[in-house]
């Protein structure tokens, strides 16, 4: 008797176990997972700086134009006074215009000059970084002959990696960040 008991009983409990187990949790007053980790908070901090820098990088633009300008219009006064004065530092080309002959105070009011940020291209970093990386992993890749895997990797992996930068710059220009 307490055979044929044994298994009714244990299918029972494995039933209401499995019953409150599968039993999906209600919670009305369920409260939003709070943000422990400042995620919210550090997003929030990131793009505020990247408004600021954009804002000082138009408001620096604007002061360098602002700068040339003057500069550009008192070396257009200087030249004039210049050229009333005397012509000593001046050549006259075969066309008959006058041009300074390489001071460094001069300039002509019709040129504008660009300027450029420091650094290397995109192109140059690709080329380099390519470069490096295609010879070792060309070396590693050749077991027989090191310096020819090596070689025919830095060439690949340099022409790869300019390829990338010159696509990166053209986007730059194209956006107008260079």
Not at 9 to 34: E, H, R, W, Y
Not at 122 to 130: C, F, Q, R, S, W
Not at 154 to 165: K, L, R
């Amino acid at each position: 008797m307490k055979k044929i008991l044994i298994g009714p009983v244990l299918l029972l409990l494995v039933m209401v176990f499995i019953a409150a187990c599968s039993g999906k949790k209600q919670d009305t007053n369920a409260v939003p997972a709070a943000d422990t980790l400042g995620l919210a908070e550090f997003q929030r901090w990131k793009m505020e700086n990247e408004i600021r820098a954009e804002l000082q990088a138009e408001q620096e633009l604007v002061e360098e134009q602002e700068a040339k300008a003057a500069s550009m219009a008192a070396a257009a006064v200087g030249t004039k006074a210049a050229a009333r004065r005397s012509s000593s530092g001046t050549r006259t080309s075969n066309s008959g215009t006058a041009y300074d002959g390489g001071s460094a105070g001069s300039s002509s009011a019709g040129t504008t000059t660009t300027t450029r940020k420091k650094g290397m291209s995109h192109t140059a970093k690709g080329a380099i970084v390519g470069a490096a990386s295609g010879a070792v992993i060309g070396a590693v890749a050749n077991k027989k002959n090191r310096v020819g895997g090596g070689a025919v990797g830095a060439v690949v992996g340099a022409a790869t990696g300019a390829g990338v930068g010159i696509i990166v710059d053209n986007k730059e220009k194209k956006n107008g960040r260079r």
